[in-house]
């Protein structure tokens, strides 16, 4: 890509949020969340004293309206602030002010989770009035399922004092942990100044001995940096163990299903059936190694049926009509521009109402795409209350992968976008179903390329579908393993980088098997930002939920058609509202039996038959 056409990859642009955290306007936001908290807390002290002193003339009732209404005002302003706070830093990972930023904000989410436990401890006190509050105030009847949520989630705090102690102390605990993995990965560099996110994207390349040498210097750069990482990894999860052992949570993944909205019977079925499908997955890899090995497309010198490790996301060859045509889709380097014209089309394809968000979201530089030192890998999407507006990280390099992503994340900002006449306490939805839009998104755009390309971008649109599909289903049940295999073996000790490495193996023997040659990736562990994150353990299943739902909900599109969207955004607008089963009930799925996952999977199952053939 020429220096032009980097210039052209864009920076996001802030002004309608704040312009900086010297600004007047941020500086009063500040403000605004102290005196919104303090009211809060006045509230609290108010019903806490009339508990104990004159419970019989406490109008609970009219006080939770009160307090639910200041509540959501003060939830708006804290999201804005974190989400601020979050990506004005992950574009400079190194900048202290902004760490330090970040530091405080972490301050005020804590005091934030103070006034949730008090509140907490008062609708236990009081749960008897909740029938009274919803027929005297029936425009809160939507509140029920949230407030349930909280009495439950009650069983599981430890007393007030000690939920603030943890809180503080996470700041230089698991928190801190979880930054500095971050900051060593957003700065590692090779020898020429290659920063690690460019590295890693040298997996596309069609160059085999690129993909060979940048898996090289990746697995170099992180064993260089071993012992740090493996750190951040083995206290984090030790602070994980004790604070679930003193909040009542027999183990790890019965707390994260409470905060997915899930139950294992759901869990269950959709782990069964992607194991069943992995003999399907492992033919898949088989069959690519082989391609590419008859075309001397890799640098493997392997004499087994598997793939290496670097040669997973290696284009196909091309035939030479199509090389001499310049015309594929999928082999030609994208501009910005290109990029953004192609996904407004496929998101008009579903409806004018997702095509005219996704312009607005590029018109408006919502997209901060351009790779640069000190910026964080990867991408996401983070919203914004203030103006009920989104901003969109990527690291956009050109290939067509670069492109499903920005949609994939459009996607999540969609969703946001739905629920946009909704109090704030519905903004938070379990991560199962966050990943059900910006996966729908995806899924448009790729099943219409395989519907309208030529012969040859078909086939190799489908590998692509396949390679993603994979690292959602099968790469996301790998990392669950490990996981689960990391609160195990921590329990019972310390773990060191030559730990993690042994279970990361284990892991992928387990999911990849056969698939794989020898030539694997053992520092897998290290690079998932996933694996540290102190608020959200096993950050992996809900991909592979959101994935094969969405493929459920989008094999209803084609059935119904453009009737379709109207339904679809109501559904999106009811995810903070419910648990994922009731939700996809209404939807016509029954996703506690394997029957709804394996129709789900079928599509990808017959992906694999055609590649094969």
């Known amino acids: 890509m020429n220096t032009n056409e980097l210039n052209n990859i864009p920076q996001w642009n802030l002004d309608s949020i704040f312009s900086s955290i010297e600004s007047p306007e941020y ?13 809060c807390q006045e509230f609290l002290e108010t019903a806490d004293r009339f508990t104990r002193e004159a419970n019989s003339n406490f109008d609970f009732a009219l006080w939770l309206k009160t307090y639910l209404e200041t509540e959501d005002k003060l939830t708006r302003s804290i999201l804005t602030l974190n989400a601020y706070a979050y990506i004005i830093y992950s574009t400079d990972t190194t900048n202290t002010a902004l760490i330090n930023n970040l530091s405080k904000i972490d301050e005020l989410k804590n005091d934030l989770h103070q006034l949730n436990i008090k509140f907490s401890t008062i609708l236990v006190s009081h749960q008897i009035y909740l029938d009274e509050f919803y027929k005297r105030f029936p425009e809160f009847s939507e509140y ?3 407030l349930e949520e909280i009495l439950e989630e009650s069983k599981h705090l430890m007393s007030p004092a000690e939920e603030k102690l943890a809180g503080e102390l996470s700041r230089t605990g698991g928190n801190a942990w979880g930054l500095l993995q971050e900051q060593i990965i957003s700065n590692l560099q090779d020898k020429d100044g290659k920063t690690f996110n460019e590295i890693r994207n040298d997996a596309f390349s069609s160059d085999p001995q690129v993909r060979k040498e940048a898996w090289q210097k990746e697995i170099q750069l992180l064993s260089q940096n071993r012992i740090a990482i493996a750190a951040a990894l083995n206290n984090l999860k030790g602070e994980t163990l004790t604070l679930n052992k003193r909040r009542r949570w027999d183990n790890a993944l019965d707390r994260s299903l409470f905060t997915s909205r899930l139950s294992r019977k759901t869990l ?3 782990v069964s059936v992607i194991e069943d499908s992995l003999p399907e997955w492992r033919k898949y890899w088989q069959k690519k190694a082989s391609i590419l090995k008859a075309a001397g497309q890799t640098a493997s010198s392997s004499t087994k049926a598997g793939l290496a490790f670097y040669d997973l996301f290696a284009p196909l060859p091309s035939s030479k009509a199509q090389d001499n045509s310049g015309d594929s889709l999928l082999t030609k380097e994208w501009t910005f521009a290109e990029a953004r014209d192609y996904i407004i089309k496929e998101y008009n394809s579903f409806s004018s109402k997702m095509g005219d968000f996704a312009k607005n979201a590029f018109d408006s530089q919502w997209i901060d795409a351009r790779v640069r030192p000190g910026k964080v890998g990867g991408a996401y999407d983070e919203d914004f209350p203030k103006g009920h507006q989104s901003r969109i990280l990527s690291n956009f390099t050109g290939t067509f992968s670069d492109i499903i992503t920005l949609a994939h994340e ?12 909704k109090p704030a306490a519905f903004f938070s939805y379990p991560m199962t179903l966050a990943e059900t839009a910006s996966t729908f998104a995806e899924t448009i755009v790729k099943q219409d390329m395989i519907a309208s390309c030529n012969a040859d971008d078909r086939i190799k649109m489908i590998e692509t579908d396949l390679q993603d599909a994979s690292q959602v ?3 996301i049940l790998c990392r669950f393993y490990f996981e689960e295999s990391v ?8 773990l060191n980088a030559d730990d993690f490495c042994r279970l990361m193996k284990e892991a992928q023997a387990r999911t990849y098997g056969e698939g794989l040659n020898e030539e694997g990736h053992e520092y897998m562990w290290a690079v998932k930002s996933h694996y540290y994150s102190t608020d959200f353990d096993f950050y992996n299943y809900p991909y592979a939920f959101g994935q094969l739902f969405a493929s459920g909900l989008y094999a209803l599109y084609k059935k119904e058609g453009s009737s379709f969207a109207d339904r679809y955004c109501q559904l999106l607008s009811n995810t ?3 648990s994922c089963e009731e939700l996809c009930s209404q939807a016509g799925f029954d996703i506690t039996k394997k029957d709804f996952w394996q129709d789900a999977v079928k599509m990808y199952l017959e992906e694999i038959k055609e590649f094969c053939r």
């Open 473 to 475: 289903l099968v790469d």
């Open 27 to 39: 500086k009063k936001a500040l403000e605004e969340f102290e005196s919104l908290k303090n009211n």
């Open 144 to 146: 029920k399922y949230l």
């Open 487 to 494: 609160f195990d073996s921590r329990k019972e000790g310390e």
């Open 576 to 578: 903070g509202s419910m």
């Open 268 to 270: 269950d079925a959709l």
């Open 410 to 421: 459009l996607g999540h900002a969609f969703h946001f976008s739905c629920l946009k006449e």
